[in-house]
């Protein structure tokens, strides 16, 4: 099984608005990611997991706080959001972020998240 | 640097056509390469994957070739159908970071009967 999930599949929400993304998966995958996918454009990662530590953090904006709960569970807490923020948030594990390992990605079905 | 270049859409095919999207790559010693695909509202899937040089990654028809000489990892199927419209991303993973992709820009990919 090689099954990501997210949910929600779709989140609407305001400016002072807080939420929260969630990303689970039963791989025994001790990497996890979070990607950011603007309309026709590829994947940018956000943040990178690794045993549950946070090891990559792509300079993104304080309004976007990961959090890594357990080795199968990885959320994105959403706070003041911006309308540019609306995007497809991806999640995705591997079996490990070694560098050089060139470990599958597998990536959920997304959070499409627009901000009014 | 870490760059994947690719071939440039939209591309549009009649069912059964041969199909080519080209990839080539600028990386720091050998990475793993890949192509992944998106249908329309949902996220990436594995299609292929090759980890070292004259590796061929198949899946479902299609085929590419890890090839080091001219750092190109072109994706093929020779006879497409219509459920293969979708977004085709080639991508490298990191050899120095921590197992990062590097994506290029996406082939939109419309076959028509």
């Known amino acids: 099984d090689t099954e990501v999930t997210q949910t929600p599949k779709h989140l609407v929400m305001g400016m002072t608005n807080k939420k929260s993304l969630k990303c689970e998966q039963h791989?025994?995958?001790?990497?996890m990611y979070w990607y950011k996918q603007k309309a026709k454009k590829p994947p940018e990662l956000m943040f990178v997991y690794s045993y549950e530590k946070l090891s990559i953090n792509e300079s993104v904006p304080s309004r976007f706080s990961p959090e890594c709960p357990n080795s199968s569970l990885l959320n994105l807490h959403l706070h003041a959001l911006q309308p540019e923020d609306s995007a497809l948030y991806l999640c995705?594990?591997?079996?490990?972020?070694?560098?050089?390992?060139?470990?599958?990605?597998?990536f959920g079905p997304g959070t499409r998240l627009t901000v009014l | 640097g870490n760059s994947v270049t690719q071939m440039e859409g939209p591309v549009t095919l009649s069912e059964e056509a041969f199909l080519t999207i080209n990839c080539t790559y600028t990386a720091t010693g050998y990475p793993s390469l890949f192509w992944y695909v998106q249908y329309p509202g949902e996220g990436l899937q594995l299609l292929l994957k090759a980890t070292k040089a004259d590796d061929k990654g198949s899946n479902k028809g299609f085929e590419a070739t890890y090839r080091k000489e001219t750092t190109s990892f072109h994706l093929e199927k020779g006879s497409v159908q219509v459920s293969d419209s979708a977004v085709y991303f080639c991508a490298l993973s990191d050899q120095t970071g921590a197992n990062n992709l590097f994506f290029g820009t996406g082939t939109r990919l419309t076959v028509i009967p």
């Open positions: 995705a594990s591997s079996l490990s972020s070694r560098p050089g390992s060139g470990d599958t990605q597998y």
């Open positions: 791989m025994g995958h001790r990497a």
